[in-house]
Structure formats: structure tokens, C-alpha cells
């Protein structure tokens, strides 16, 4: 029987079930045209980014006709808003959902029902495995296998720190711990504290590369990245 997990949930606890496998659209790439007078054919301007995808999944499920209603709105309940999305015959692989909503709906008869879900998201698959804390120094962070990623430092200590990614650095302020996210380009504390003016240094310096990628960090500081693999 085929399923999916969202938020950490699988549909099956739901009591809905795929009707059959989605369809993964290939992320389009965003082109921008240009026409220009007196030349054949046009400009391509590409920005080396991607749309969003959307997966759309149909439900069904059989119930008792009292309960038809009620499984029906738990289900509209759980499928709303943002979190993380994977198929059951692919689950070393996620998808980010920017946001969900139910796209169409049947009642077929007094026990079965039927209906679409539309997830809109991140163009990229990610890991599971890239979603661990793994040390700096540890072959699975210095080489990446996959396409650029935008990973997440976790440093710890006391005092002012230097971060060199392939070469390139950020300076870090450091009181006990800090976090650098680079996919929302932020800094912040374990306990949510917004910390963005004690780092300097440019987030995008900080991408793991596809292959080898030197890291290394001031003396004194301890450092564990959380690498967010993710492939097309």
C-alpha cells in the first residue's frame, strides 16, 4: 500500500490513502527574454535559480457514513500549511512544502470519498541524512557529492571567531553558542535571539560546493554543520 509522511505524520493515520503514485514535476529553470531590434531570434538572460514545483497528490478513503464528515476535515486540518513532504518509495528524499491546500473534492458515495491535494514547493529534493549535525572535520561534510547546498553552522564558545569556507570567511562574535543559517541568511542563539549584527561576512561565501570543500574554524571553537544536501 503506498503512503506518504507530512509533517512527520503518515496519511495512513489519517485513514487516507494515495490513489496512486504523483507525478514529480522537473523544476523549470527561471529564464527571463529579451527582443532585440534588428537581431534575429532573442536574448536568454538565465539566473541560475528555479521555480517552485507543484506535487499533486489524490486521496481516497472509505469510512462509515457517520464518520464521513469527520475524516474529511481532520484530513483538510493536516493538510494546510508548510513542513516537510516524502514518499513512501522514495524516503531517503524530502521536499520542502512552502504550503498545501485541498484542490478538489468528491463524495462518491456515503462511505467513500475522494479528493486533491496540491503541495507547492522548494524546486530542490533534499537528504534525510542531510538534515544530521555532523562535526567539521568528518569526511561527510568536506565532500559533497551533491549539487550546492546551503548549510547551517552550529559554533560554540566565547569571544570573536573566523569561519573559512573554500577560502572565504565570516567573522563571528560568539557568546556561549551561535547559529549561521545560510538558506535564510541569519544568525541567531539556541534560544531564538536574533544575532545578526555579530556576524560579517557574506552568507553566500559560506555554500558547500559539489566536491571537495575545506572548512576550518579559529582555535578554541567548536563547529558542527548541518549540510542540507539536496539534488534536482
Known amino acids: 500500500m503506498y503512503n506518504i509522511l507530512f509533517k ?5 493515520k489519517y485513514k487516507i490513502i494515495p490513489v496512486r503514485r504523483p507525478d514529480i514535476p522537473a523544476p523549470e529553470t527561471r529564464v527571463t527574454e529579451y527582443e532585440v531590434e534588428g537581431r534575429d531570434g532573442i536574448l536568454l538572460e538565465n539566473s541560475g535559480t528555479y521555480k517552485q514545483i507543484k506535487i499533486e497528490i ?10 464521513w464528515a469527520e ?4 484530513a483538510k486540518e493536516w493538510l494546510t500549511g508548510s513542513g516537510w513532504l516524502s514518499l513512501g518509495d522514495d524516503q531517503e528524499y524530502m521536499y520542502q512544502v512552502y504550503y498545501c491546500g485541498i484542490t478538489d473534492s468528491e463524495r462518491t458515495s456515503r462511505r467513500l470519498g475522494r479528493f486533491k491535494a496540491q503541495f507547492v514547493c522548494h524546486p530542490y529534493m533534499f537528504l534525510v541524512s542531510g538534515k544530521r549535525e555532523y562535526d567539521y572535520q568528518s569526511r561527510e561534510i568536506r565532500y559533497n557529492p551533491y549539487d550546492i547546498c546551503h548549510p547551517i553552522y552550529k559554533i560554540t564558545g566565547n569571544g570573536t571567531c573566523t569561519l573559512t569556507v573554500n577560502g572565504k570567511t565570516m567573522k563571528a562574535t560568539v557568546g556561549q553558542n551561535l547559529t ?5 541568511m541569519i544568525a541567531y542563539r539556541k534560544d531564538g ?3 545578526n549584527t555579530s556576524v560579517s561576512g557574506d552568507y553566500e561565501d559560506l555554500y558547500l560546493k559539489p566536491g571537495e570543500n575545506e572548512i576550518s574554524i579559529t582555535q578554541g571553537f567548536t563547529l558542527t554543520v548541518i549540510p542540507n544536501w539536496r539534488r534536482l
Open 193 to 195: 535571539t536574533m544575532m
Open 58 to 67: 489524490e486521496f481516497n478513503f472509505l469510512t462509515d457514513p457517520e464518520t
Open 71 to 74: 475524516v474529511f476535515r481532520k
Open 8 to 12: 512527520d505524520m503518515n496519511c495512513e
Open 180 to 184: 549561521i543559517d545560510t538558506e535564510r
